[in-house]
């Protein structure tokens, strides 16, 4: 998963860039990125590492320009180097352009097989490269807009793209609208478009709409144009209400807290438990816990510690330092759990790591029993969307049953919250929604 932001009109654009990054870190810790134009040329500053370690203030003295394009980077396609953090920049026909981009493409290999024939040479490993090359070699268009089109029409998957050039900005959404990506008023000046609301609150902005999937929104001579490009086909993910988006953003026109406290509620009515406390596994699983308590009447408590200063642990590659990171990051108070019934509340399962080592650290502190209730179906299936789900292989409930992944992470019980479960709390028309991820169907390959 990653962020994108883009701001146009404003005096101050690659400083709220790097503040709506800042506030959207969440989505993405590996690289960060900003490129900005002052109209005549765009300066691109990107490398690895978290919003605050990357940018110092004497770099926005280099972003100059009142249009700017942001990027944290979680890596899905491509690799961890420096060469494959965003924005990506170009040099080409028509001038300068540079381009940030959430989502995963399906049919990236394909064409970069055919591009690669004609003689183009990639500089990075990632998806989002092709379609500046697709751009840049489409000398039949005379206008960017026209360029940008033809690309992301011949682009397949999942892509909330903002493009700079250096008197324009371009923001498009593919037409399942599989990533989400909003539209605000700046209070200070000029427009922002950012992958989550939340980098409005933090910079100002009043939130106007959600780019439409299939649209693309034009910033030209300080207004907004919109064109639709491709008829919509609505599958959003419904993994930005588990566990992607900050609970603070409205998402596909939702509040994220409350769509997770409902999920917590639908999973208290679906699967209740006889218990002294119902225990989250923070932060993921507090909101569903939060719903699972009020619903059922058990108390609910912060028995579970987490440690701020540890990043997510499934980011990291080998299974030893995930073990360890668990550890580091989450810690039991010992004194409220000690002879306790706990039903424990989780978002997801994706390997079991975190579970198993929650569960024998509960029993550890004195737990009587432990019941794991998880706030989404199984995930059985990987993402080709742009959420990073390890292979069908490494995906626990992939390979055994509910009863076989209650024996390995040892808990007295596990439950899932069903697909039903999900659609009642969220209010919505299961079709509008990819569960690719829960029930392997895909919307494209
Ligand atoms: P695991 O130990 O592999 O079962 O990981 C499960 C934990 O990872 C859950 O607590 C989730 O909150 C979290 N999680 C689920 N999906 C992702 C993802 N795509 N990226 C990072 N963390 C995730």
Avoid: W
Avoid at 90 to 98: D, N, Q, T, V
Avoid at 101 to 130: P, S, W, Y
Avoid at 300 to 306: D, N, S, T
Wanted: proline content about 4%; hydrophobic content about 40%; charged content about 25%.
């Amino acid at each position: 998963m990653c962020s994108v932001v883009g701001i146009y009109g404003n005096e101050n654009a690659s400083k709220l860039c790097f503040y709506s990054l800042f506030s959207m870190q969440h989505r993405g810790q590996e690289a960060a990125g900003i490129s900005s134009s002052d109209g005549k040329h765009i300066k691109t500053l990107k490398n690895r590492g978290l919003v605050t370690q990357i940018f110092k203030e004497e770099h926005f003295k280099i972003l100059k320009g009142d249009m700017a394009i942001g990027h944290t980077r979680y890596s899905t396609a491509g690799n961890d180097s420096i060469l494959d953090a965003q924005p990506v920049f170009a040099r080409y026909g028509l001038g300068e352009i540079s381009i940030v981009h959430n989502g995963n493409l399906v049919n990236a290999k394909e064409i970069r097989n055919e591009l690669t024939k004609k003689g183009a040479i990639f500089q990075t490993n990632m998806d989002t490269e092709n379609i500046i090359h697709l751009i840049a070699k489409d000398y039949t268009k005379n206008t960017l807009k026209e360029r940008i089109i033809d690309a992301v029409k011949k682009i397949k998957g999942a892509f909330s793209l903002i493009i700079l050039s250096r008197s324009k900005m371009f923001a498009i959404r593919d037409p399942f609208g599989f990533r989400p990506l909003s539209l605000g008023k700046l209070k200070s000046g000029g427009y922002i478009v950012a992958s989550e609301t939340c980098a409005f609150d933090l910079v100002g902005a009043e939130f106007i709409r959600d780019i439409k999937p299939g649209e693309m929104v034009i910033f030209e001579h300080n207004k907004i144009k919109s064109e639709m490009i491709f008829e919509p086909n609505l599958k959003q993910c419904i993994f930005e209400y588990i566990y992607f988006a900050r609970p603070d953003s409205q998402v596909f026109g939702k509040n994220v807290y409350h769509m997770r406290k409902e999920m917590g509620k639908e999973l208290a009515k679906e699967l209740p438990v006889n218990a002294d406390m119902v225990v989250p596994v923070p932060d993921s699983g507090v909101a569903a816990a939060l719903g699972y308590s009020q619903q059922s009447g058990i108390p609910f408590e912060m028995a579970i510690m987490r440690n701020h200063y540890v990043g997510r642990t499934f980011i990291e590659p080998t299974q030893e330092i995930r073990d360890l990171k668990v550890k580091m990051k989450l810690s039991p108070i010992k004194y409220k759990i000690k002879g306790k019934k706990l039903v424990v509340i989780d978002d997801s399962i994706v390997r079991g790591t975190t579970s198993r080592r929650i569960v024998r650290m509960l029993r550890e502190a004195g737990a009587k029993e432990v019941h794991m209730r998880i706030a989404s179906p199984a995930t059985i299936d990987p993402c080709y969307y742009g959420v990073d789900t390890p292979t069908k292989e490494e995906l626990i409930a992939s390979k055994m049953s509910i009863e076989k992944i209650c024996e390995y992470i040892e808990a007295d019980s596990l439950a899932y919250l069903s697909i039903n479960g999900i659609i009642k709390a969220i209010k919505d028309k299961k079709e509008n929604y990819c569960f690719a991820c829960f029930d392997g169907n895909y919307p494209i390959l």
